[in-house]
Nanobody
């Protein structure tokens, strides 16, 4: 299983970005739960959003609810994170990840087995 995250960049307060996470695997995308995490300098990695395979349910961190939207395109093996109304505190490296053996979203980063390489998001004030 390989994940490749992309789409980060330098934007201004209030702008939007869309991150992409491409899955390369012998199984289709809808077999996997895919989570987005982020890590700011000096801080622990935190969960941002997740979409499950089992029922397509989604979850969001309180800090991004109403601003971020996670979605998947099974035909393209890609999960997206649409980020609107970006704030300086959203600045971080963003990672996508998937847990082995579970189609449900799990809460903690240590529960995820496969990780993309990360993409930098910087929001200037």
């Amino acid at each position: 299983v390989q994940l490749q995250a992309s789409g980060g960049g330098l934007v201004q307060d209030g702008d939007s970005l869309r991150l992409s996470c491409v899955l390369r695997s012998g199984l289709p995308l809808d077999y996997y739960a895919i989570g987005w995490f982020r890590q700011a300098p000096g801080k622990e990695r935190e969960g941002v959003s997740c979409i499950s395979s089992s029922d397509g349910s989604t979850s969001y961190a309180d800090s991004v609810k109403g601003r971020f939207t996670i979605s998947r395109d099974n035909a393209k093996n890609t999960v997206y994170l649409q980020m609107n109304s970006l704030k300086p505190e959203d600045t971080a490296v963003y990672y996508c990840a998937t847990p082995r053996g579970s189609g449900w979203c799990l809460q903690f980063p240590y529960e995820y087995d496969y990780w993309g390489q990360g993409t930098q998001v910087t929001v200037s004030s």
